[in-house]
């Protein structure tokens, strides 16, 4: 009996230490994490957009991926596909504007 309800004691206390934990569930390029925001450039043409990264400071080649990732995970959401046409690519010239990377691309359907 006194070992069942060790176990049980046990259980708990572990449970309760869990939810102490943080979490967290955010992606990270080159082990940084990044604020990403892809948008559309105009509202006739939504295949044509801007991605930017932040703060492009923490590491140059892990903002780039995240450039990457943002522009995917947009054309992926409006058109279903991944293929895109980098008009200013991560791999182009970096154009940053304060702390923050921004690309520009087109995805093709």
Do not use: N
Not at 10 to 30: I, M
Request: with cysteine; proline share 4%; glycine share 10%.
């Amino acid at each position: 009996m006194r070992g069942t309800i060790l176990v049980l004691l046990v259980a708990a206390v572990a449970v309760s230490a869990c939810g102490r934990l943080k979490k967290d569930t955010g992606l990270r390029f080159d082990e940084q994490r990044f604020r990403i925001k892809a948008s559309k450039v105009s509202k006739e043409d939504r295949s044509k957009f801007i991605v930017s990264v932040a703060p492009a400071s923490a590491t140059l080649d892990g903002a780039r991926e995240a450039a990457l990732y943002g522009g995917t995970e947009y054309c992926i959401q409006q058109y279903g596909t991944s293929v895109i046409a980098w008009a200013h690519g991560p791999e182009d010239e970096p154009r940053i504007d304060g702390d923050k990377l921004f690309v520009e691309g087109v995805c093709k359907p």
